[in-house]
């Protein structure tokens, strides 16, 4: 589908500056190396600044007109924003009819919202719930008493196991399993019992998870995912864990059982969590580090294990002059033998 | 289902020693702070003794009475084990009935036991054979000529390629991935050949395995899990790999090709082992670290490249008194060059 | 499928020197210590030699004939490669007919070429296009739009979301997810605005793509594959990224966003690269590493932060002799403090 709007109406609907000819017309998004007259671009990391002053875009969101003089510019304090609400205007995403597939397989227990679209060979179970205007992709799987909110999108081959609640206008990208048995064990004479897991998974409002990203459900209560909260792809989330509102988990991150993660946490790509952890608010985990206990609200900590941020760094620069220091060393010890 | 039984009954069929009020009924399990009278709750990690304390539960497994006192207690040695056989008791999980969905594709060539169950849109090749009892998931895909064993649980999703074999009592989470091609080229002036996998998957009885886990099928022969294994979500088994029996392989591991491991290994979160390597018995391989050479039974090692652990918990004590060596190496600098 | 032929003609057709009995029939190919007489095996890794020996196998193949004397041997420089051919003559993958699996939901707007096989219980979307002589396998989903090359075996439970393009003799593995959204999010006052992800990912041709990896569209413009690259299990791309021809990406390796990688670029298991960053040609990045700045062409690069590959060997023997540093530190002290 494609939209035209010339730069006056744009900058309008975005609540931007317009700096340059409104009259310009855009009906597409594209990278500043890409971009035609015809385009609007965007530059939101200054390390592009360069390519913008070569782009032939129509149009360039931008937070600042001296990055991109000369050019047509929408000007916002925000223009990766400005981005995602160009996009939504410029190139919206075409919606699938609403309604059951023939080859889907619906169980008659289960309840569908209006406007809801179940795609081919879905699965859903009995007793689940789906929210209005969802879209249920092709090949999910649903199990029993699965709730889904209103507006999400479950795109395809997901799996919801059985009882695992998911809030309003989530989104959870291909492959994403949600409820599948946490990873508890009790060992005697060296051979693992299992322990049933019977808890579930709740997913607030607003949570976006990525691509063959686990969530596993608790062993008793809830795992449970905060509203707004992130997640990238490939990440694990084991049993009981609780992940605060407005996190981000960037792909690949391992959070251990029972650890609970205050509001707006960010943990970088490939960092981990051992279990029964607290991490409080608004602490960042570096990526590849590993947080082995409690981390106090605020923090930036990197390694394994890991440690402040800073100390971190200098720990490194450190480690590269060890040779120095052993050079330093060996010349008093030169020194102090000569002496003798 | 719920089930309810008193605590007398219950201590009879755990095998626990009841301390207070037999007669009291319970008909639930939760967690510590969200029991209440008629519930079950456990303390297995001494770190939730205050909690146990203040829990409202109508009993409480244990294996010291001491730690909770004026409580009803079940008392066990193995409290984790006893939460495993009362969760089987008091929460029995349902259980679909024996049957093929209508909209599975089961190939006539195929061999299904007693009372297996076949969920919606699952499909189940030429000359496979499932054991009685077991129960294949929804959308679950099983290649031509594999073989389950009996009383298997394969989840929604799962994938078992050509030839492959799982046994008994075998459980499989959601998107697990059994026998793809192992990553097996042969580099000739910059150009990848495929060498055909064209071994098997063994996975012996009474394994589990975690959602979207990867086990690759072997080059030639094949790669093989021991008996009462245990393995989490995410983890890649590469081909030919031989794991032990007992063993746990924890979320994220990562095991490279042709490595084997003894009987009852544990690989902690995000931890790898290179190709080619062989892990004795009961080698445990702390988080996040990689062995890249072989590794004695009974070691425990830590870091990247891996060392004992204990050796590696001092380097850390060292590392982050780096600062404070330089500083001692500088004062006995300056009282040389000023003795000079 | 067996296939049996004489010794001397597998030389003849692999372009390899006999050395034994050319008129010895074999019609297997198995690992060294499993082989019999009517089995090839082969020897690539000189850590088997003495397996080699050992072997019963009715002809090895092998790079130097002083390997293994007095068995029958088929000598090429590169035995890998042989095996390869080896295995296609005689262990023949057989075939899934071509057609259409009456429980696939193929739309008829969907184009698809000659001898193209669709398994049971696929979803190809409209608009797609698959190439002649494709395999797609069960439970595999095409989104609309889509594009499959010629010869692509697609395994069961791929998805390729809407306009992806993969090109010819593509092999995806099981689980694969090419084109789920990229990360991308802008956040104001702790709120995490969605960007919709409107580009897409183009894999080039002869790509191999591993069990339940990722491979996110891109956010604006194409996420790309370069001809010839192998990628293994649960591997991370993110969106924007491109990736040169003829690279190898180990498994649990993540690349963040919008990095580029060089021709024949080698990230070994679970390494790392931050985004925005180039990584020159015929780098090689080690396993569990991670860069997080530009790398130059032909750099072999370890740790984290990753640095030249023998400077991380070296300072890892110094991580090691710590505790002697710091006594011979302290003797010195000792020294000076007698003296005063």
Chains 1, 2, 3 share one sequence.
Not at 25 to 47: C, I, M, Q, T
Not at 151 to 164: L, M
Request: aromatic share 2%; net charge neutral.
């Amino acid at each position: 589908m494609t939209v035209e709007l010339s730069l006056a109406e744009l900058a309008g609907r975005l609540g931007a500056e317009l700096v340059g000819d409104g009259a310009v017309k855009v009906r597409g998004v594209r990278p500043l190396n890409e971009a035609g007259p015809s385009d609007l671009s965007f530059l939101h990391n200054p390390k592009y600044a360069a390519e913008a002053m070569r782009s032939k875009a129509g149009a360039i969101l931008v937070s600042n007109p001296e990055l991109a003089p000369g050019h047509n510019l929408l000007v916002m304090p925000q223009p990766y924003l400005g981005l995602a609400r160009a996009l939504e205007i410029l190139c919206p995403e075409p919606e699938p009819e609403p309604g059951v597939h023939p080859t889907a397989a619906v169980n008659p227990g289960a309840v569908l919202g209006e406007g809801v679209s179940v795609g081919a060979q879905a699965v859903v179970g009995p007793g689940c719930s789906v929210g209005a205007g969802t879209v249920i992709g092709a090949g999910v799987v649903l199990g029993p008493d699965v709730t889904i909110g209103e507006g999400c999108r479950i795109h395809p081959r997901v799996v919801v196991q059985r009882g695992c609640r998911i809030g309003n206008r989530c989104v959870l990208q291909p492959g994403v399993v949600i409820g599948g048995d946490g990873f508890g064990f009790a060992t005697v004479d060296g051979v693992h019992h299992k322990v049933p897991q019977v808890g579930i998974v709740v997913v607030e409002d607003d949570v976006e998870i990525g691509s063959n990203t686990c969530i596993d459900r608790a062993t008793l209560g809830e795992t449970r995912i905060g509203r707004g909260t992130k997640i990238d792809n490939l990440v694990q989330v084991a049993h009981n864990v609780q992940v605060g509102e407005g996190s981000l988990l960037v792909a690949q991150v391992g959070i251990s059982g029972s650890t609970s993660l205050g509001h707006h946490v960010i943990m970088a790509g490939q960092s981990g969590a051992a279990g029964h952890l607290k991490i409080g608010e608004r602490v960042i985990i570096g990526a590849k580090s590993a947080v082995i206990k409690d981390v106090d609200a605020g923090q930036f900590v990197t390694g394994f294990p890991a440690q402040p941020h800073r100390d971190w760094l200098k720990m490194n620069v450190r480690l590269r002059q060890l040779e120095k220091l052993e050079k330093r060393l060996s010349r008093l010890e030169a020194m102090l033998n000569e002496r003798r």
